[in-house]
């Protein structure tokens, strides 16, 4: 038996949107869906309990990271991630790819795999995409991903081409290394670049391999966004409708309100945890740099059209004040609004695209955020 | 009216400790209690949901810290300390005396006050009795602290007399300054080093000001272990059975019991906090520092004994994994621990009280932990 099921329930008239349930073997997600991500096997500043308070339906964590520290055979001890860190629903983990591409002269890429240096102590490691889905079974995700190569942009179509011809190779793989398909799902990868040829060449192999859901990768790695969107535009209409389809490292509000409008169902990104550490919300009106002086005395609520925990019980000058002492609490209360703030966005789009007016939800949204669109 | 009440509800009959109930403008608080410090106008790691779900039922703040940022006015036009941080339990606050003391060659001691330099930014402050009593007053305690002189150990005893006339001196000043006896209550401090007849001098000064509570300053500076149970022993008779006994800057288990046992009621101290962020654990068995190799693959609770939050969902191995990745989860989960630990600690002793058998549970508590006695 498979390990997910994607239903869909309805496609909006006014879009290509997309409103479905996936079942997992950790319960069942509603898309389209966005995913806070536990880089280091937890959402940083955020318990599993604020977590399921604010919704989330499914997380995303770090294969690199994990294999590198606390290791996956420890992982594997502990009887796998979702008890390791205490968290009972679904969990997708990455391949480990994107992060190990990104040590740059660190490593070396080959037919075989990539050799790299590790970022915490240089020691030498090799990742093969059997190695990635070994660390993946280990870890127990219920959505693993393929080990592909991620092209950087710009890149020329050469470089692409070979790029996504060994993604494909290095998925076929992947897929026959799997020891779990009936308790883990196995993603496949869209690679291609910028290059409409080359992104229909990549869906057909990925595609002829045969996977239970599918990403869209190489994408949000630099290049303009109206570039992207085109991307997606000739990209997802190639993809199965019975498939879930998961666009990789995209968490603007802008981002997401487009890749859902264009049919992708998932979303992940390190944005709003990342820029809450910072001190910087996301909010109805727009970004909020909370530590700037002007918010001093400001003792109204990060988004006074939010009804999340922090919203609720704390203002702007008391979050500037600890944001400004360097207390954690600062970090955990904009990180559990910048979270919310974007989960109930999917929650609208969701029920946007039930009722067929996501485009209309798009300028209503847009209209306050403050964006051109 | 009275800002506070103390009732004495009984003595143990083994020990010379105390059961009480402390009536305040924010609630009853059960004696002998440990206050957790929150410092900056938060407890370092924890949410005012999770203070309440360890059932600490008071929490101390520094008014040197809160003056210098983000200042005692700002936090009175956010209407007070409780509404800022949204706690709404009783909050006491120190005099800022112990830290602007702490600054060493940064501050100079006049009859009128002390002169220092922000330990943030260099600028240049004054306080004196009078401001550190209009500090609080804005800030809103519940119960504010006397400024006094905190003598260093060692100190010869010409220091030490002429210090304590001063923080007599001063006592009657902020006694004088203080706007809101009827809503917060106002501790005098009694000092007087490790000198028996300076104590005694002390005691007797302060409490013809008189004062709703009492605190024991001066104490848990660098002497022995064995000193400030001395000082105790004499210091404690000194004062009325009446009203509350406050023990600063105290909070290791064997300090609370022995405290105690000599008839403290309250007592104060960033240790469980700040260790807990080094990856320290207090425990039924003495301390574990989880970040130890030897934990890397221990799954079972920080402390076996346990059942809060912390040791009923996660293992040391996970703990461990997150304090050596630097996660904030890591912090979190021991602060909710080593708070959890001091205050069970304190409820058990009020159990014992109740049953006098407090001797008895020191016996019990030393043989798991693993102290001397």
Known sequence: MA???????KTCKQSGARLGKLYTPHGVIETPIFMPVGTQATVKAMTPEALKEINSQIILSNTYHLYMRP????VEKAGGLHKFMNWDRPILTDSGGFQV???GPLRKITEEGVEFRSHLDG????????KATEIQNSLGSDIMMVFDECAPYP?????????LERTTRWAKRCKDAHKNPDRQALFGIVQGGMYKDLREQSAREIMEIDFPGYAIGGLSVGEPKHLMYEVLDYTTPLLPKDKPRYLMGVGSPDD??????????MFDCVLPTRIARNGTAMTSQGKVVVRNAKYAEDFTPLDPECDCYTCKNYTRAYIRHLVKANEILGSTLITHHNLYFLLK???NVRKAIMEDRLLDYKKEFFQKYGYEI
Chains 1, 2 share one sequence.
């Open 123 to 130: 020691s030498k490691h090799f990742i093969s995409p059997e």
């Open 71 to 74: 290791g996956h055979k420890l």
């Open 256 to 265: 997401l309100l487009e890749g859902v409008i264009r049919g992708v169902d």
């Open 101 to 103: 591409f990104s040590l």
């Open 345 to 347: 966005l999917m929650e």
């Open 3 to 9: 390990a997910i099921k994607f239903e869909l329930i």
């Open 155 to 163: 890149a020329d179509r050469d470089y692409v081409k070979n790029s």
